[in-house]
């Protein structure tokens, strides 16, 4: 069992930036991928970017692609979404989630690839 918690949500202003963490806690039984999702009200989860176990593989949603930088920290068992150059249209609750693995550089960007989820942090961009 692996338990996600996320912290670094908030209020920017457009243009500004924010820095979201989620420590993971627990054990897989492999190595594991971790991504960041994001749910805006009335809207489905959407993909927002994912690192490899091995960290040197990156992917990232079209709409977050340039602001957006996803790293980890596999000694602190941290993911951690830098988001610059913010807009009102990434405000959402942003979840991040870890998807267990024996490739050191798999990237998953499926929703149902994932295996365990936190509970999400605001994130609320002002025009």
């Known amino acids: 069992q692996v338990h996600l918690v996320e912290s670094g949500g908030g209020l920017a202003q457009a243009g500004g930036s924010l820095r979201l963490s989620c420590a993971a806690s627990g054990r897989t039984s492999s190595g594991y991928v971790m991504g960041w999702f994001r749910q805006a009200p009335g809207k489905e989860r959407e993909f927002v970017a994912a690192?490899?176990?091995?960290?040197?593989?990156?992917y990232y949603a079209d709409s977050v692609k340039g602001r957006f930088t996803i790293s980890r920290d596999n000694a602190e068992n941290t993911v951690y979404l830098q988001m610059n150059n913010l807009k009102p249209e990434d405000t959402a609750v942003y979840y991040c989630?870890?998807?267990?693995?024996?490739?050191?550089?798999?990237?998953?960007?499926?929703?149902?690839?994932?295996?365990?989820w936190g509970q999400g942090t605001q994130v609320t961009v002002s025009s």
């Open positions: 690192i490899s176990w091995s960290g040197g593989v990156t």
């Open positions: 989630a870890v998807a267990n693995t024996i490739d050191y550089y798999y990237i998953e960007v499926r929703l149902s690839g994932y295996d365990y």
